[in-house]
């Protein structure tokens, strides 16, 4: 058998398993169109907090009127004290609050400090963000315009007033992901970690169904099975990898810094050493139902150890060194890096250089795998 | 009955990777998930600093940013060295305090301190421009003090003028941010629904792995499911409840009520998961291919539970398709035991929002029917061949 007909026989056995092409075919469809679903609006807005005006005066409605105003804020009733402010948080009907004291305006005219207090709901973090960035924003704003009032009334001009009030200008701006839209945070990695997945899955059930049957796996030798296992899993993952990072990034209008020779390059290795990877995984199993709830069992701590969700810094060490030797983990460090934040080559060759070696280390473990699984006879249940 | 639950226990005693399901995986899961988020609270993340100034104040500015836990500044001699850092994500944020920043404050003019996060990593991204922000604004704080020290204000009144109008914000049930209360539990609960969909597909695949199919219409078709759903629900709900003993017994994450509603949401959702599975199953009837789309279905769950990601702000699609998902009912009435104290009849609209599940039992009814019935007709031909 030549290698092009041993690939084309690996193919027919991929598209006509069904279990492999639901996973790998509508999967790989399927969750282009889920993941990303949830965060199509991108950043929140419009959270609605509930104030509690306890002076009631024109200062107090012009700072209820500043929060109203914020996009971050949105006011939706006022309540007569704390209790009841918190028990609209716990009804749901808002997912904040802002208390403005009795005596505000009062003791602000008077030249006395005087306490906002905001509260929110931290069961959500990024609304709890979105409520305190907007409320503070709302006291800083309203302080600064005390003071300009106060200082304009003691003669100065309203240029000095300006300096005075911000001696300093802080230019805070967002690097990579300028809108903080919260799919360009999520997707590059998570689509990665799909391709990573479903790629163990459909290596995985392929050999799995495999080891125990005869078939052509067993009239060639093991070296050509390999390859041509892995090129045909490299070839379709090629077409997947290229419509995720190529078409999906486009049309969810994630930010893309790479440059596409390096970017294919690097995801030359990622593609092979998963593959093996995969590979060598099938050779664990003899149930064709096994390989997918594996995968699935460790895909939630491939995706945290990655470190786009929670910083690679405050990951225990010993996590992080075993996460080193998961691909997925690795291909998502670096195309964030190279495709994302538009790092250059040589900053991520050492990733580079990593994934071929995974390739190697899973090359010799499937190698030995599928070894040990040919060599034990088949049970000649079918055919 | 009792015999029935004593054949699903021999099963489930003869199936090595069932047994692992139900016993040490989901702990073994657990505490590999809770470990990655153990730091709780972000601290020490690493920030370029380029000081161009090289000026008292400019150092004092570094010394207040090295006073925030969050931040750990890395002095930096060029931008571009900075930049590639950033690039390279050996640090989350560049601060660039300009050259002659102490020049052109003590003459009047408004110097400008620019800062660059990393909003690709959202999460530390903003955390850093917030916390840089405060730090300095505490920092140049001193510095007007000072000033209007020395023009003949009062300490007294110098203090107020700066804190004119101070604030207070308080997180509401998770006062210090700790992300272990807010991301852990929930990642923990699709990991057990995960694992519940995993175990009664098995349960299920069983049958046909050991082509007893025959067997279980003798026995009595939903008898022997009655039986599964015993032996499985109290198994998966001590599953849960370790994992509660181990979140907020022994880590002591804060807890507002007992925790005794949740048993009835934790049968709800088991129920309601093995419904799913049941029908993905009766539709499919292979092990592998029952798996698969199983996996596709539940595997995303986290994301449409709305901690994250806010339930009000995702798209219709997305809320439609958090409706299907068994754990985002579940959430909800989590988030409301833990953090809200809510009283039985919010716990009652939660439970009764599962309603459209029900819709599935005739489908399934259906579809067993026809399995049973192609079963013996199989049977039939055997015998007559």
Redesign the interface.
């Known amino acids: 058998m030549n290698f092009f007909s041993l690939m084309f026989e690996e193919f027919k056995a991929i598209v006509s398993d069904?279990?492999i092409a639901?996973?790998l075919f509508?999967?790989v469809l399927?969750?282009s169109v889920?993941?990303p679903?949830?965060?199509?609006?991108e950043v929140?807005?419009k959270q609605q907090i509930v104030v509690v005006d306890g002076d009631n005066s024109s200062l107090s409605r012009l700072v209820i009127r500043h929060a109203q105003a914020s996009p971050k804020l949105d006011v939706v009733a006022h309540v007569a004290n704390l209790t009841q402010a918190?028990a609209a948080?716990?009804a749901g009907e808002a997912?904040g609050y802002l208390v403005i004291p009795e005596g505000f305006r009062h003791n602000?005219l008077r030249?006395?400090?005087?306490?906002?207090?905001?509260?929110?709901?931290?069961?959500?973090?990024?609304?709890?963000?979105a409520i305190?960035?907007g409320?503070?924003s709302v006291?800083i704003e309203?302080?600064k315009y005390?003071?300009f009032t106060g200082l304009l009334a003691m003669g100065e001009t309203a240029k000095q007033v300006q300096?005075?009030l911000?001696?300093?200008?802080?230019?805070?701006?967002?690097?990579?992901?300028?809108s903080?839209g919260?799919t360009?945070?999520?997707v590059p990695g998570v689509l990665l970690l799909v391709l990573h997945q479903t790629l163990l899955?459909g290596t995985g059930?392929l050999g799995a169904?495999q080891w125990q049957r005869q078939g052509y796996w067993r009239q060639v030798s093991l070296g050509q099975l390999l390859c041509a296992r892995v090129a045909t899993f490299s070839v379709i993952y090629s077409i997947f990898t290229a419509f995720y990072i190529g078409f999906c990034h486009y049309w969810y209008q994630v930010g893309v810094q790479g440059d596409l020779g390096q970017v294919c390059l690097f995801l030359l290795p990622f593609i092979l050493s998963t593959s093996l990877a995969g590979v060598a995984f099938s050779s664990l199993f003899v149930?064709?139902?096994?390989p997918?709830?594996v995968a699935?069992?460790i895909?939630?701590?491939i995706l945290?150890?990655s470190?786009?969700?929670?910083?690679?810094?405050?990951?225990?060490v010993p996590?992080q060194a075993v996460s080193q030797l998961i691909p997925g983990v690795v291909t998502i460090?670096g195309m964030?890096?190279l495709n994302?934040?538009?790092?250059?080559w040589p900053?991520?060759v050492h990733l580079w250089w990593q994934l071929w070696g995974l390739a190697l280390v899973y090359l010799v473990l499937a190698y030995f795998g599928v070894r040990y699984r040919l060599n034990v006879m088949p049970i000649n249940n079918e055919q | 009955m009792v015999n029935l639950i004593k054949r699903e226990l021999r099963r489930l005693w003869q199936s090595p990777?069932q047994l692992a399901?139900v016993s040490y995986?989901p702990l073994l899961?657990t505490l590999?998930?809770w470990?990655?988020?153990?730091?709780g609270l972000?601290?020490?993340?690493?920030v370029a600093v380029v000081d161009q100034d090289q000026s008292q104040l400019s150092r004092m500015l570094v010394r207040q940013l090295a006073a925030n836990s969050v931040v750990k500044p890395i002095s930096y001699q060029d931008i571009g060295q900075a930049q590639?850092a950033?690039?390279?994500?050996d640090v989350?944020a560049v601060m660039v305090l300009p050259f002659q920043?102490n020049r052109k404050?003590l003459i009047?003019h408004?110097?400008?301190?620019?800062?660059?996060?990393?909003?690709?990593?959202?999460?530390?991204?903003?955390l850093l421009?917030?916390q840089?922000?405060m730090s300095?604004?505490d920092g140049?704080k001193q510095?007007?003090r000072l000033k209007m020290l020395a023009s003949g204000v009062s300490p007294e009144?110098a203090?107020?003028?700066l804190?004119?109008?101070?604030?207070?914000?308080?997180?509401?049930?998770?006062?210090n941010?700790n992300?272990v209360a807010?991301?852990v539990p929930p990642?923990l609960i699709?990991?057990v629904q995960?694992?519940a969909m995993?175990v009664f597909?098995?349960a299920l695949?069983d049958e046909l792995?050991h082509n007893t199919l025959p067997e279980w219409f003798a026995l009595g078709t939903y008898k022997v499911l009655w039986a599964k759903v015993l032996v499985y629900t109290p198994l998966l709900m001590l599953q849960m409840g370790v994992i509660y003993a181990w979140l907020y017994g022994y880590l002591g994450l804060p807890l507002s009520s007992g925790l005794g509603q949740l048993f009835a949401a934790q049968v709800m959702m088991l129920l309601v998961v093995w419904l799913i599975v049941l029908t993905i199953f009766a539709v499919l009837q292979?092990?592998?291919?029952?798996?698969?789309?199983c996996?596709?279905l539940f595997?995303?769950s986290?994301?449409?539970m709305?901690?994250?990601?806010?339930t009000h702000?995702?798209?219709m699609?997305?809320q439609w398709?958090?409706q299907i998902m068994p754990s985002s009912h579940y959430v909800d009435t989590h988030?409301g035991v833990?953090?809200?104290?809510?009283g039985i009849d919010a716990l009652l609209l939660q439970l009764f929002s599962y309603w459209g599940f029900l819709l599935l039992i005739p489908v399934i009814a259906v579809l067993l029917t026809k399995i049973r019935r192609d079963q013996a007709k199989e049977q039939m031909a055997e015998v007559q061949g």
Not at chain 1, 340 to 344: D, L, R, V
């Open positions: 069904k279990a639901i996973t509508g999967g399927f969750y889920l993941y679903l949830p965060y199509l609006n929140p807005t918190q948080v716990n997912h602000l030249q006395q400090g005087v306490t906002l207090a905001y509260g929110g709901d931290a069961n959500y973090f990024l609304v709890y963000s305190l960035e409320l503070v006291g309203a302080g005390i003071q300096l005075e911000d001696p300093i200008h802080l230019n805070s701006v967002p690097a990579f992901n300028p903080l919260y360009s945070y999520v899955i059930i169904g149930r064709r139902d096994l997918t709830q699935l069992l895909s939630m701590p945290f150890a470190g786009f969700v929670w910083p690679v810094e405050l990951i225990p996590l460090k964030l890096e994302q934040m538009g790092a250059s900053s991520v | 990777w399901l995986l899961g590999v998930l470990w990655l988020f153990s730091a972000p601290t020490a993340l690493p590639a950033m690039e390279k994500a989350y920043l404050l009047g408004q110097p400008t301190i620019d800062i660059r996060y990393n909003a690709q990593f959202l999460l530390v991204g903003k421009s917030s840089i922000q300095l604004a140049l510095k007007a009144q203090n107020i003028n804190n004119m109008i101070k604030t207070q914000s308080s997180a509401l049930y998770n006062a941010n992300y807010f991301l990642i699709a990991l995960i694992v995993l597909a098995n695949s792995r292979d092990g592998a291919r029952v798996i698969s789309l996996t596709a595997a995303p986290f994301a449409f709305g901690v994250t990601f806010p702000e995702m798209p699609l997305a398709w958090r988030i833990i953090a809200y104290d809510q």
